[in-house]
C-alpha cells in the first residue's frame, strides 16, 4: 500500500509538471474576459444558458438566417456587432414577435443595456433587454434582410469546468497558469536556498572556529525573527516581481539547510579517510566539493522536495495578502481576488476552491516525495517505520 501511494505521487507530480509546461493554450483555455463575471461551470447548473454567437450575413458561403432552440432562462448579456449595408436590416424573431434590431447602415455595436438601443426598440430604459429578447423558452431566428455581416453574442452565466471570476476570466486558465507560477516559486527558491544554505553549512562545519560562530549565530538570529512581517517588510521595499519574490524566500529559507549541512559536516571532517585526504595534500575546495558535497547529496534531495511546500504556502501568503505582481495569476492572487471582489458574499465558491484545493494537493504530492527521499537518505527511518507498524499490527 505504501509503495503504491508513493507511486501515485510521482505519478502526480509528472502530471502537474507536464501541466505547467504545456499551460492553457495548447488545452483550449483562453486567456482574458471570456464570459460574464462569476459565471458558473457548465456542469453546475444546466437551467443556464451557455455562452453562444449567432452569425449572419450576405456573404459567399454565409447564411442569412440562424436559428437556434431555446431552453434556458434569460441570458445576462446581448450584443451585437459587424456591418449593415445601405439596404440592410436585421430582425430578430421570438415565440411572442419579431423585433427590427437595427437598419441603420455602417458599423454595429450595439449592447442590451445600451439606453439608447432599448429605446430605439420601444422599450423602457429600466426593462431589463435580455428578458424582453428571451421571453421564454422555443425557436428564436437571427435573420439579414440585405447586405451586411452581424455578429449575435449571447452570454449566458455557465462557462467551461471551473466557471470564471470576478473579471469573466476562465478559472481552468487562471488555474494551469497558477500551477507554473506555484512551481516556479517553490522549486526556484528551495533550490537557491538549498545552495545557499549547503554552502555556509560546508564552510561552517569544515572551518570551524570564528567562521563557524559567525554562521550559526546568523542562523540563530534569522531563525529567531517572525518571518511573515519580514517578508511582508522586504516584499513592499524590492518590489512585487516574480523574482524577487524568489529571492525574499530564499533569503529566509536557508538556515534549516545549513544547520543539517554543518552537523554533517561535523561528523566527516575528522574521519580517517578525510584525514587521509589531508595527508597526500588534497585542498580544502576538492575535499569539499569532491567528496563532502556527494555525501551530503541524498539529504539535500530530501530536503529540496520538503522545502517546496513551504515555499509554495509561503508565496500563497504573501499573495493572498497582495503583496505579489497582481499581473501574475498565481493562486494566493486567485483568493485574493476572491476575497477582495466578493466571491464568498457571492457563493462564487468555484473560485476559491480550485486554487485551495491546489495548494493542498502539491503540498501533501512533495511532502510524500520528500517523505520517500528522507528514508534513502537515512534507512534509521525505515527501520523505526518497520518497526513501529509491527507494534501496531501486534497491538
Same mark, same amino acid.
Request: with cysteine; charged share 15%; proline share 6%.
Given at each position: 500500500?505504501?509503495?503504491?501511494?508513493?507511486?501515485?505521487?510521482?505519478?502526480?507530480?509528472?502530471?502537474?509538471?507536464?501541466?505547467?509546461?504545456?499551460?492553457?493554450?495548447?488545452?483550449?483555455?483562453?486567456?482574458?474576459?471570456?464570459?460574464?463575471?462569476?459565471?458558473?461551470?457548465?456542469?453546475?447548473?444546466?437551467?443556464?444558458?451557455?455562452?453562444?454567437?449567432?452569425?449572419v450575413?450576405?456573404?459567399?458561403g454565409?447564411?442569412?438566417?440562424?436559428?437556434?432552440?431555446?431552453?434556458?432562462?434569460?441570458?445576462?448579456?446581448?450584443?451585437?456587432?459587424?456591418?449593415?449595408?445601405?439596404?440592410?436590416?436585421?430582425?430578430?424573431?421570438?415565440?411572442?414577435?419579431?423585433?427590427?434590431?437595427?437598419?441603420?447602415?455602417?458599423?454595429?455595436?450595439?449592447d442590451?443595456?445600451?439606453?439608447?438601443?432599448?429605446?430605439?426598440?420601444?422599450?423602457?430604459?429600466?426593462?431589463?433587454?435580455?428578458?424582453?429578447?428571451?421571453?421564454?423558452?422555443?425557436?428564436?431566428?437571427?435573420?439579414?434582410?440585405?447586405?451586411?455581416?452581424?455578429?449575435?453574442?449571447?452570454?449566458?452565466?455557465?462557462w467551461g469546468?471551473?466557471g470564471?471570476?470576478?473579471r469573466?476570466?476562465?478559472?481552468?486558465?487562471?488555474?494551469?497558469?497558477?500551477?507554473r507560477?506555484?512551481?516556479?516559486?517553490?522549486?526556484?527558491?528551495?533550490?537557491?536556498?538549498?545552495?545557499?544554505g549547503?554552502?555556509?553549512?560546508?564552510?561552517?562545519?569544515?572551518?570551524?572556529?570564528?567562521?563557524?560562530?559567525?554562521?550559526?549565530?546568523?542562523?540563530?538570529?534569522?531563525?529567531?525573527?517572525?518571518?511573515?512581517? /519580514?517578508?511582508?517588510?522586504?516584499?513592499?521595499?524590492?518590489?512585487?516581481?516574480?523574482?524577487?519574490?524568489?529571492?525574499?524566500?530564499?533569503?529566509?529559507?536557508?538556515?534549516?539547510?545549513?544547520?543539517?549541512?554543518?552537523?554533517?559536516t561535523?561528523?566527516?571532517?575528522?574521519?580517517?579517510?578525510?584525514?587521509?585526504?589531508?595527508?597526500?595534500?588534497a %585542498?580544502?575546495?576538492?575535499?569539499?566539493?569532491?567528496?563532502?558535497?556527494?555525501?551530503?547529496?541524498?539529504?539535500?534531495?530530501?530536503?529540496?522536495?520538503?522545502?517546496?511546500?513551504?515555499? /509554495?504556502?509561503?508565496?500563497?501568503?504573501?499573495?493572498?495578502?497582495?503583496?505579489?505582481?497582481?499581473?501574475?495569476?498565481?493562486?494566493?492572487?486567485?483568493?485574493?481576488?476572491?476575497?477582495?471582489?466578493?466571491?464568498?458574499?457571492?457563493?462564487?465558491?468555484?473560485?476559491?476552491?480550485?486554487a485551495?484545493?491546489?495548494?493542498?494537493?502539491?503540498?501533501?504530492?512533495?511532502?510524500?516525495?520528500?517523505?520517500?527521499?528522507?528514508? %534513502?537518505?537515512?534507512?534509521?527511518?525505515?527501520?523505526?517505520?518497520?518497526?513501529?507498524?509491527?507494534?501496531?499490527?501486534?497491538?
Amino acid at each position: 500500500m505504501d509503495s503504491v501511494r508513493k507511486r501515485i505521487s510521482a505519478a502526480a507530480f509528472v502530471l502537474l509538471a507536464a501541466l505547467a509546461m504545456v499551460g492553457p493554450g495548447p488545452l483550449g483555455l483562453r486567456d482574458g474576459q471570456v464570459a460574464p463575471p462569476y459565471s458558473k461551470p457548465v456542469w453546475l447548473d444546466r437551467s443556464i444558458a451557455p455562452p453562444m454567437d449567432l452569425r449572419v450575413g450576405s456573404g459567399a458561403g454565409e447564411s442569412a438566417t440562424a436559428a437556434i432552440s431555446w431552453g434556458y432562462s434569460a441570458p445576462l448579456r446581448v450584443s451585437l456587432t459587424g456591418a449593415l449595408g445601405e439596404t440592410g436590416l436585421v430582425r430578430w424573431t421570438t415565440p411572442s414577435g419579431d423585433f427590427v434590431l437595427t437598419s441603420t447602415p455602417g458599423e454595429i455595436d450595439l449592447d442590451a443595456r445600451d439606453i439608447p438601443f432599448k429605446r430605439a426598440l420601444g422599450v423602457s430604459p429600466f426593462e431589463n433587454m435580455p428578458s424582453v429578447l428571451f421571453p421564454s423558452r422555443g425557436d428564436y431566428a437571427l435573420s439579414l434582410e440585405g447586405s451586411g455581416d452581424v455578429l449575435m453574442r449571447i452570454e449566458g452565466g455557465r462557462w467551461g469546468i471551473l466557471g470564471t471570476d470576478h473579471r469573466g476570466r476562465d478559472m481552468a486558465a487562471l488555474f494551469v497558469q497558477g500551477l507554473r507560477i506555484s512551481l516556479i516559486v517553490g522549486i526556484a527558491a528551495t533550490l537557491i536556498a538549498t545552495l545557499l544554505g549547503m554552502s555556509l553549512g560546508l564552510v561552517s562545519g569544515y572551518a570551524g572556529g570564528l567562521t563557524d560562530a559567525l554562521v550559526m549565530r546568523a542562523v540563530d538570529v534569522l531563525l529567531s525573527i517572525p518571518t511573515l512581517p /519580514i517578508l511582508m517588510v522586504i516584499a513592499g521595499i524590492w518590489g512585487k516581481g516574480l523574482w524577487n519574490l524568489v529571492m525574499i524566500l530564499s533569503i529566509f529559507s536557508w538556515m534549516g539547510t545549513a544547520r543539517t549541512v554543518r552537523a554533517m559536516t561535523l561528523t566527516l571532517r575528522d574521519a580517517s579517510w578525510v584525514e587521509g585526504l589531508r595527508a597526500i595534500g588534497a %585542498r580544502r575546495n576538492y575535499i569539499l566539493f569532491r567528496h563532502l558535497v556527494p555525501e551530503a547529496l541524498p539529504l539535500l534531495l530530501a530536503n529540496v522536495a520538503l522545502g517546496v511546500p513551504g515555499a /509554495i504556502l509561503a508565496e500563497a501568503g504573501l499573495s493572498f495578502l497582495g503583496l505579489s505582481d497582481p499581473r501574475l495569476p498565481s493562486w494566493g492572487r486567485m483568493l485574493h481576488d476572491a476575497h477582495m471582489f466578493g466571491a464568498f458574499a457571492s457563493g462564487a465558491w468555484w473560485s476559491i476552491l480550485p486554487a485551495g484545493i491546489g495548494i493542498s494537493v502539491i503540498c501533501l504530492i512533495f511532502l510524500d516525495i520528500g517523505r520517500k527521499l528522507e528514508e %534513502r537518505a537515512d534507512p534509521r527511518l525505515v527501520a523505526k517505520t518497520d518497526l513501529r507498524a509491527i507494534e501496531e499490527t501486534g497491538a
